[in-house]
């Protein structure tokens, strides 16, 4: 009446699933400590060391993706986006501070459902840049911040965003956006 094969052959796919899982969910961590400490890296000024990190991050990113290979249903771990979500947070810190541009999704190797939420938490890490060249008196860089977050806000606004992960962390930038104008406007009385 049952086909005890059958259900054998399904234990083992879901046993191989699971010790995939396992090593997707380690490597996903070393993703998260690599782009975590480029982050810190970078406010820092150890460029050299956040580039290393970065390196070392996407070289796991690859491991991952040839993990993916073998089982198209470990794309969709939680561990695995929210990796991809600080590398790209990491890689837009970075790229802003290096080159003065934010990279893109293709640039970063990641879709907009990965991208949009790193962009969300990079404004985090732009924002605390700001305050810190504030505190400096370095009030250029300042404002500059608080232009590019407001360009950032805008484009992000074009997009619907109500019913994915998303939504938070882009309400977050308004709140950003507000700590940002008001440094502005203590810059500009103290000019």
């Known amino acids: 009446m049952i086909d005890k094969k059958s259900f054998e052959l399904m234990r083992r796919q879901f046993e191989q699933f699971d010790a995939l ?17 480029a982050i810190y890296s970078v406010h820092r000024n150890e460029i050299s060391v956040a580039a290393l990190q970065l390196a070392e991050a996407k070289k796991t990113i690859k491991k991952i993706e040839l993990l993916i290979k073998k089982d198209i249903h470990l794309a969709q771990v939680g561990a695995w986006f929210e990796a991809l979500e600080e590398y790209v947070e990491a890689s837009c810190y970075y790229g802003f501070v290096t080159e003065k541009k934010i990279p893109t999704a293709k640039e970063v190797g990641v879709d907009a459902e990965v991208y949009l939420p790193g962009v969300c938490d990079f404004v985090g890490e732009l924002t605390r840049r700001a305050v810190n060249a504030a505190i400096k008196e370095d009030y250029k860089s300042a404002l500059e911040i608080k232009e590019v977050v407001t360009e950032l806000y805008a484009e992000l606004m074009l997009f619907d965003l109500r019913n994915i992960p998303a939504r938070k962390k882009f309400d977050s930038i308004k709140y950003s956006l ?12 103290k000019n």
Not at 21 to 30: A, F, G, T, W
């Open 21 to 37: 899982r396992e090593q997707l969910i380690k490597m996903s961590r070393d993703i998260l400590k690599n782009s975590k400490g």
């Open 178 to 189: 507000e700590k940002l104008e008001d440094i502005a406007l203590k810059i500009k009385m």
